[in-house]
């Protein structure tokens, strides 16, 4: 049972009769630490891991402390990974940084965990409630596409289907906001929070923000009264709290912070205190629970996300439309606008039945095409502007719309109705980022 032990290590916790779960002490003249000892992934057999009150791991070498047993795990075993059973909260595992460790010869960051190894790194998440678990696929978030995205979501439902209430999907930091958004189309009728979970370091990593995350989206898929598809993340630098996210509604602001996620054009639907296991929410419009689920997981992958940028040439529409594209979402300057010379491109590729979106390069704010010239002149062409949907949000919905339908008088009829509340009527003045002002 003392999993991943071997050598030095081993031999000191064998002789104490501790395991992985018990409370462990390390003592020496300048060292004092008491945390629940967890399994080891060092390739140093001296090393022994200790989980911390404030949730971080350390590991210390059993050559330089005295190792005492202080109090035995009461904890159960976890379930099998493959286990049938089902949980209150079922944690799909997709793979990405929070099922990742280090490689320390390397350095380098490895997919290997379990999602069953996950809860013993982890060992709180079973005071919260029952918790089943399977690896559905093991992937980093770049190899993520619409294929998986459907094996996701039917995945999703049949967890619900087998009695959970709350669905908890593991998955890598970079391309989180497109798989949420893709299961928010998909399932926009849902009887339990799905709540997407990463981490951007990795569970060994001393700033790991990991076992918070996973910890806060067990509660929030086991408390929360929404019916919806979150991000769940933290919610600044140190380990306070959790920011639970409109999955249509975020995007990852920065490439290491620990707070990288940020509600765009719309304030997150929940804050999860992890210690206090309390999930407060902060709005009232959030989509209530069903009594049953509904999955329409159809997506068109012929879509194109154009970012316009000075110089670019309209010739990369009629290549488009050659190799068969059937949708694009311009991602255009300040209120959506490209230059003047894409009329004609996006003429013929409306009248060809290809949808063309505006969206805005800016985030924040809403594309407004009847400002200046030249969005009304890219309006008249047959360009459809978006509101303040997100570039990638457009893009995902744009792939689900065109896996229902082809005319395009219905594709833009569904692409500007506010399906799962994508679209947001209003902003605030202070939705900008948090560290631009630190």
């Known amino acids: 049972m ?11 916790l064998a002789s104490i009769n501790a395991d992985v779960g018990d409370v462990i002490e390390l003592n020496s003249d300048k060292v004092h630490l008491r945390g629940i000892l967890m399994p080891s992934y060092s390739k140093d057999d001296s090393i022994v891991v200790l989980k911390l009150d404030n949730g971080y791991n350390v590991g210390f070498s059993v050559d330089k402390v005295k190792v005492s047993l202080v109090e035995r795990s009461s904890k159960k075993e976890p ?38 190894e996950i809860i013993k790194f982890v060992p ?72 997407l979970v990463g981490s951007q370091r990795s569970s060994d990593r001393p700033s790991s923000d990991s076992g918070i995350n996973l910890v ?12 919806e598809v979150v991000v769940n993340m933290h919610g600044e630098s140190s380990d306070t709290y959790t920011l639970a996210h409109r999955g249509v509604k975020v995007r990852k602001m920065h490439t290491s912070r620990r707070d990288a996620f940020q509600s765009v054009n719309d304030l997150p639907l929940a804050k999860v205190i992890w210690k206090e296991k309390l999930v407060k929410l902060l709005r009232t419009d959030y989509r209530r629970k069903s009594d049953h689920i509904e999955m329409n997981a159809k997506f068109d992958e012929r879509v194109f996300l154009l970012k316009f940028y000075p110089g670019l040439k309209p010739d990369i529409v009629e290549l488009l439309l ?13 209120l959506g606008h490209t230059s003047s010379e894409f009329q004609e491109a996006f003429r013929k590729a409306t009248k060809e039945g290809v949808f063309v979106g505006m969206t805005s390069q800016c985030l924040f704010g809403r594309v407004n095409m009847n400002v200046y010239q030249t969005g009304r002149i890219l309006q008249q062409a047959g ?30 009829k569904i692409m500007l109705k506010n399906v799962v509340g994508e679209y947001n009527p209003r902003h605030l003045l202070d939705h900008f980022p948090r560290w631009k002002h630190e």
């Open 79 to 116: 379930e099998k990974t493959e286990s049938n059973k089902p949980g209150k909260v079922k944690i799909i595992s997709t793979g990405g940084t929070i099922v990742s460790k280090v490689e320390y010869e390397t350095g380098a960051v490895r997919p290997a965990l379990t999602t069953e």
């Open 322 to 334: 050659s190799a068969g594209y059937k949708g694009i979402i311009v991602e255009g300057t300040g």
């Open 124 to 195: 709180e998440i079973q005071d919260i409630t029952s918790i089943s678990a399977n690896v559905l696929f093991s992937i980093l978030s770049e190899n993520m596409n619409p294929k998986f995205w459907v094996k996701i979501a039917e995945s999703v439902k049949r967890a619900f289907e087998e009695g959970s209430e709350g669905v908890v999907v593991a998955h890598g930091t970079d391309t989180m906001s497109y798989t949420a958004s893709a299961l928010a189309f998909s399932l926009n009728v849902l009887p339990g929070p799905v709540v």
């Open 2 to 12: 003392l999993e991943g032990y071997r050598g030095r290590a081993l031999h000191v």
């Open 383 to 412: 360009v459809i502007p978006l509101g303040d949907m997100l570039p990638e949000v457009a893009l995902v919905k744009l792939m689900w719309v065109l896996g229902q339908t082809d005319d395009l008088e219905q594709i833009t």
């Open 216 to 227: 806060s989206s067990v509660l929030l898929a086991n408390q929360a009264p929404f019916g």
